[in-house]
């Protein structure tokens, strides 16, 4: 006798032969929406930027930074020019030197110089556009004003110093029209440049304080602090001032009882003069 159906439908399926359950799996994964690659946001660059991303357009580009930096501070360091002693940057002071040209010689204790940076190199004196002024209005707030402590001419009614004519004569002769360079030391309460100054004459470079003081025309600037010569240089200029008393040069052939040294005249006259520096 036939057991009685307790179900309504059998175990088996009746649509069919059963699939393997390897080929359900993967007719599972197959149906279900890729989710995944519907969320992914797109990664491909844009065929108008991809040239900006290749790497040799991104090396280009950082040796056209660096090279244009570097330019930029050595245009600011070595040839930016420097139009007067206010202008120059206190980072120079003991540490650089600045080139240019003699353009007046105002006293024997002072000149005027129009800075060239980079010198010949840099064009100055040959090629268009990169020459000196020689007009006094085109001059004008131009010029580095130096000072060295010489005889004093007359001015405003004060007699002139016993041997400042020939101090000027001699300084212009010297100097007017040259290339110098000068190691900046300071900038005085004037705005006037303290430091040491070289001229070529030959193949020899002079050093012009020196060779002013050997000649009889200077003296070394004496005061209780603040005094620059530079370095290791006061020796060598006491040196040549005692040579020039010794031998009568200059302001030195007077007699040494009416001597004046030329601090003294300044002091007595209330001439301005550096309180804190000399050119030595």
Known sequence: MPWPKLWSSSTKDESGPQKPLAEKATDSWDSKPAVHDQQQPATSVPPQL???????????????????????KLYKSYLRRIPQAININPGFFRRRSIVGQVTSVGDGDNFRMYHTPGGRLAGWGWFPGRRVPVNKKDLKDQTVHWWIDAPELAHFGRPAQPYAQEALDWLTAYIMGRRVRTYVYKADQYSRVVGTVYVWKGLVRRDVSLQMLRAGLA???EA?????????????????EWWAKTRRKGMWAANRKDYESPREYKTRHGVGSPQDGTKQ
């Open 224 to 240: 209780k602090s603040g005094v620059e010569f530079g370095r290791a240089k006061e020796e060598r200029y006491r040196r040549a």
């Open 219 to 221: 003296t070394i600037y």
């Open 50 to 72: 991809r040239a900006f991303t290749q790497p040799e357009t991104i090396l280009a580009a950082a040796i056209l930074t660096t090279v244009s930096v570097g330019t930029y």
